[in-house]
């Protein structure tokens, strides 16, 4: 199957500082998204992201299909912004998504 | 309205329990998927419908069974779990079909522990 692979596994910022997350894949994608997940457990949807870049706040994302890399930007974070952020992605033609293990982000006051 | 709805939050049962996880979308979706997240891990996929059809089986053992009654809603039924199944049951869907949006919405998941 698809290999996706996150990083940096963890990530350490002060409130305000910017980061970049990176995810690589091994295929031709038809689905490539960015969650978050909370501390319950519930996985939000971040970006929608098979090619291209996108916006969203203080969230920005690119994804450049023909390299198989895909980046998250977030920028003056916040304490709120911490958790797990995962990519995940499918080839084309399969509904079966993988997902990385994942960027365990703290924000620290 | 982006929503996947899951029922319970939480269940406990023994290893001799029957008990059913309930999932459910009115979104319209034609596709339902059941994941498994162990502690610290990514989800994994182990079941995928479409169009009311299991289309895929991860390898999933027997005593983990799921059902499609309709589009809406998927369930997943257990019986004589280990207490290595304990995690979280992450349920989603999309739209299916094509061409159409792969992007999959996740339910808040039930949190299950075997005793």
């Known amino acids: 199957g698809i290999q996706v692979e996150q990083s940096p596994p963890d990530l350490i910022l002060q409130e305000g500082a910017n980061s970049t997350l990176r995810c690589n894949f091994s295929d031709s994608v038809n689905n490539l998204q960015w969650f978050h997940q909370n501390p319950w457990g519930q996985l939000i949807n971040l970006f929608y992201i098979p090619s291209g870049t996108k916006q969203n706040g203080r969230l920005s994302a690119t994804t450049v299909a023909t390299e198989r890399y895909s980046l998250l930007y977030i920028s003056s974070s916040q304490t709120t912004d911490s958790g797990v952020y995962f990519c995940a992605a499918s080839r084309a033609g399969s509904y079966q998504l993988t997902f990385g293990k994942g960027t365990k982000l703290s924000v620290i006051p | 309205d982006t929503e996947v709805t899951q029922t319970p939050k939480h269940l406990v049962m023994g290893m001799t329990n029957k008990k059913s996880l309930k999932c459910e979308q009115h979104?319209?979706?034609?596709?339902m998927y059941w994941y498994k997240q162990k502690a610290k891990k990514p989800p994994e996929l182990m079941f995928v419908y479409s169009y009311e059809k299991l289309s895929i089986n991860e390898s999933v053992p027997s005593r983990f069974s799921p059902e499609c009654p309709n589009s809406s809603l998927l369930n997943l039924h257990l019986h004589a779990l280990q207490p290595e199944d304990s995690a979280l049951y992450l349920c989603a869907s999309s739209e299916g079909g094509f061409p159409s949006s792969y992007e999959q919405y996740f339910g808040p998941g039930t949190r299950l522990t075997v005793t």
């Open positions: 979104m319209g979706h034609r596709a």
